[in-house]
């Protein structure tokens, strides 16, 4: 099976930097996904690493180490709007034919 | 853009009775899962489907089966409804991994 370990909360500053880690343990791996949810939204999809590395996508990059089992999400410039839950997310087996083993959560905190 | 429509935003239902939540997704993804989010336990998987006719269980499947009939539509069945299968159930499909997975809005369901 796969399980994962995120911070519960985090609290930052608007206009700062914030590091959400995750570190995972899976029998297989196929990736890492970092997914947003705002209270009372969907979950949507914010980035995929399956190589070692950093993916840059605007204001938010996220990172993997695959020899670590860690990866970490980077949300740069932090506006109020960031204020959410922030899941990683990993699926253990190959083929497409299985699902997404999330965390439970990072709560992100913003203050003025 | 994908979406993915959830039948129902709230449902209150009995113990006992039989509750079906319905999902279709309009960008012919073969691959479709749910997921129930509950308050420190973020999001569990319950089944998914590959394709049509094909059901795989996820991490959760006692007390639910699902359906797929046809490619756009994923439906969850609760057989014998009881107090704690009272969720958030969300739905989400997939198509190319790099991607990742588009939610539904998600239906709130509460058993009394």
């Known amino acids: 099976g796969q399980s994962l370990e995120q911070p519960s909360e985090v609290t930052a500053v608007e206009g700062a930097i914030v590091q959400i880690n995750c570190t995972y343990q899976t029998s297989g791996f196929y990736g890492l996904s970092w997914y947003q949810q705002h209270d009372g939204g969907a979950p949507t999809f914010l980035s995929y690493?399956?190589?070692?590395g950093l993916e840059e996508t605007g204001r938010f990059s996220s990172f993997l180490s695959r020899s670590d089992s860690y990866g970490y999400l980077l949300l740069q410039e932090l506006q109020m709007k960031d204020s959410a839950s922030y899941f990683c997310a990993v699926r253990g087996s190959g083929g497409g034919a299985d699902g997404l083993t999330f965390g439970k959560g990072t709560h992100l905190i913003i203050q003025p | 853009d994908v979406k993915v429509t959830q039948s129902s935003r709230y449902l209150v239902k009995r113990t006992g009775e039989k509750v079906f939540l319905e999902c279709v997704q309009d960008m012919d993804h073969e691959n479709m899962f749910w997921y129930r989010q509950d308050p420190g336990l973020g999001l569990r998987l319950i089944y998914f489907?590959?394709?049509?006719?094909?059901?795989e269980k996820g991490d959760i499947p006692e007390g639910y089966s699902v359906s797929r009939e046809k490619k756009e539509r994923f439906s969850l069945i609760l057989e014998s409804a009881s107090t704690n299968q009272t969720s958030m159930y969300l739905c989400a499909s997939r198509g190319s991994e790099k991607y990742g997975y588009t939610f539904g809005s998600g239906t709130r369901l509460t058993v009394v």
């Open positions: 489907s590959y394709d049509v006719k094909m059901k």
């Open positions: 690493n399956a190589l070692d």
